[in-house]
Structures are given as structure tokens and as C-alpha cells.
Nanobody, 124 residues
Framework: QVQLVETGGGLVQAGGSLRLTCSASRVTFRLALMGWFRQAPGKDREFVAA???????YYADSVKGRFTVSRDGAKNTMYLQMNALKPEDTAVYYCAATASYRNHYHIPGSYDYWGRGTQVTVSS
């Protein structure tokens, strides 16, 4: 069973930066799509960014221009560089992955594997 572990969360002031890492283990196949989602208290899980094995990257409008997703395919590791953080970015951030090609990268149901999340808190 694929395991995903997120690291890099923490407390940062508004305007600051954080870099999240998603490390995949027990992977015996190529992960075609990896994504980042986040969930704030009382809200639904929402799409943040995704990265295909073809190197296509996608972003939610709310993070475009501030966040950058990247991937080290050889290591099955994905990163999320978050700059110019805002208090509304506060949430638990989850890593997700699938071995299948999925059109709807922004939908949680498109992913087969999930990490347990890492907390990001942005103070004003």
C-alpha cells in the first residue's frame, strides 16, 4: 500500500513562506498524478495544486502566483513552495496521488492515496 507523508508545515507570519514536502513510499509503479489539497476548520477539502508525470502543473486561482508545485519523479517526492502566505491559507494540507490518468485533478475523488496532513498556520 502506497504511503504518503507530508512534512514542512508550521506557524508563519503573513507574507512569509513555507515549503511542504510529500514523500511517497512503498511505490512499485509510477504515480501519474500528485496533488495538494487543504482543509480549514468547518470547510470542505479544497484543491490547491497538482502535478502530472508529464510535468503539467495546475493551481487553484486563490494560490496562483504565490504557490509553486514541483516534483522529483525519481524520488516520488512532491513539493509545494508557498510564498506571500495569507491568514486565509491556514489549513491542514494534504498530499494525494494516483497511478491512473485522471482528467479532474481538482477533485479529491480522483486520487487513490492520501497522506495524514500537515498543519499550516498563518498569523496576521
Amino acid at each position: 500500500q502506497v504511503q504518503l507523508v507530508e512534512t514542512g508545515g508550521g506557524l508563519v507570519q503573513a507574507g512569509g513562506s513555507l515549503r511542504l514536502t510529500c514523500s511517497a513510499s512503498r511505490v512499485t509503479f509510477r504515480l501519474a498524478l500528485m496533488g495538494w489539497f487543504r482543509q480549514a476548520p468547518g470547510k470542505d477539502r479544497e484543491f490547491v495544486a497538482a502535478f502530472r508525470i508529464s510535468s503539467e502543473a495546475y493551481y487553484a486561482d486563490s494560490v496562483k502566483g504565490r504557490f509553486t508545485v514541483s516534483r522529483d519523479g525519481a524520488k516520488n517526492t512532491m513539493y509545494l513552495q508557498m510564498n506571500a502566505l495569507k491568514p486565509e491559507d491556514t489549513a491542514v494540507y494534504y498530499c494525494a496521488a494516483t497511478a491512473s490518468y485522471r482528467n479532474h485533478y481538482h477533485i479529491p475523488g480522483s486520487y487513490d492515496y492520501w497522506g495524514r496532513g500537515t498543519q499550516v498556520t498563518v498569523s496576521s
